[in-house]
């Protein structure tokens, strides 16, 4: 308990945008927010005064960072969970726990899980050797268990001889395999929820989460032409994730929309990239809501505050603008000055993700186009329309 405030330390281990953001949710509550960062320069630490330098393998530099907070959550899921059951031995609140977590770890636990609660996944496989994947048939989806996100760790197998020339180095390397099938998707969707140590839930509206090289780039809140049951049925398959998982805090369920329904894809448990457009287009943020899953809180409401917002992920450029992102920034808001931006205080270089626009209206097409046109002029500096700064 900060003794200044009389309100619960909330630990996050991690400090990139994610963690960044949270502390912003977190000022407007009165928590403490303490970061642990492996770097002074990482998002989270340029804003936030609680910082703490450590690695999250090194679990004397985990204990040391525990002292003191109430309870610990994540940026990233990347702990190891020999390290969270010890921390919990000496007494940490650790929420999501490691029982939950492992599932969002590793994609051969997660798969399984699914798999016995009867939930629609892709056929899928674990992989020793060359001889697994030829099996189970190309063309396929190769994918390392632990580790891969935004397209990393995910690759694409046409043929045995693929296979041949990719597998045995990724086990030589000590890569944990397993390859899945490769699923015909109309689109990619996801569902945002929130589960509390009580048990109570709340989700959000589904959204439709645009991939670019397996990347995130653009998120449609709510999914377009989706039917009401459809909807739900989503929202429920993750609320019952939540609950059978026990996970406490915010749960990302990826999702691909095929001819024979919803299938799950990934799990993420955590604030995720598609809920950043809940910070300005709901009524509660999944940010604040995190806190409130993580402290035991009552969730908020998670009614829209818009009838269409899109959130575009701002990409660094190829080459660097030659207007400085101040510059772009004045411009932007010259001209749209509804546009909600948020920069994540990262250098820009090719493809990373420096920020992001969100915008709200009536028309999901009006909205789409400006969001996308902001967030374009923000990473290159140029309109793709045409219009004049001047």
């Known amino acids: 308990m900060d003794s200044r ?161 990719l597998v045995p180095d990724l086990l030589a390397a000590g890569t944990p395999l397993l390859v899945e099938e490769r699923v015909v998707l109309r689109r990619e969707l996801a569902a945002l929820v929130a589960r509390s140590p009580f048990g109570q839930g709340a989700c959000w509206p589904l959204v439709e989460t645009v991939q670019v090289d397996g990347i995130c780039v653009e998120v449609l809140a709510p999914a377009p032409d989706l039917s009401e049951a459809d909807a739900i049925a989503a929202q429920d398959l993750a609320l019952r994730v939540a609950t059978e998982l026990d996970v406490v805090g915010v749960l990302a369920v990826e999702l691909f929309e095929t001819d024979g329904g919803i299938v799950v894809n990934e799990l993420a448990m955590r604030p995720h990239n598609s809920g950043h457009w809940t910070i300005e287009g709901a009524r509660t943020s999944q940010f604040e809501q995190h806190l409130r899953a993580v402290l035991d809180y009552p969730l908020g409401d998670t009614d829209p505050l818009a009838p269409a917002v899109v959130m575009v992920n701002v990409l660094g450029a190829p080459q660097a603008p030659a207007m400085g992102a101040d510059e772009r920034l004045h411009h932007l808001f010259a001209r749209y000055r509804d546009a909600h931006v948020h920069y994540y205080g990262k250098q820009e270089r090719p493809g990373r993700k420096i920020g992001h626009v969100t915008m709200l209206g009536e028309a999901m097409a009006d909205v789409r186009t400006r969001a996308n046109l902001a967030a374009h002029w923000l990473s290159h500096g140029e309109w793709l329309d045409g219009y004049e700064i001047h």
């Open 5 to 165: 405030t009389g309100f619960p330390v909330v630990g996050m281990v991690g400090g990139g945008q994610l963690a960044r953001m949270t502390h912003q949710a977190a000022v407007a509550l009165g928590q403490s927010l303490h970061v642990l960062a492996v770097s002074a320069d990482e998002p989270a630490p340029l804003v936030s005064p609680n910082v703490t330098l450590g690695h999250h393998t090194d679990l004397d530099a985990l204990r040391g960072f525990a002292q003191g907070c109430d309870v610990l959550t994540f940026d990233h899921e990347h702990v190891p969970t020999e390290h969270l059951r010890a921390l919990i031995a000496d007494g940490v609140t650790v929420r999501p726990g490691p029982d939950a977590l492992v599932h969002a770890q590793d994609k051969l636990v997660m798969r399984h899980k699914l798999a016995e609660l009867g939930l629609p996944i892709p056929a899928f496989a674990e992989v020793t050797s060359v001889e697994d994947v030829v099996k189970f048939g190309t063309p396929c989806v190769l994918k390392a268990a632990r580790g891969g996100y935004d397209g990393r760790g995910v690759w694409m197998l046409d043929s045995d001889a693929d296979a041949a020339a």
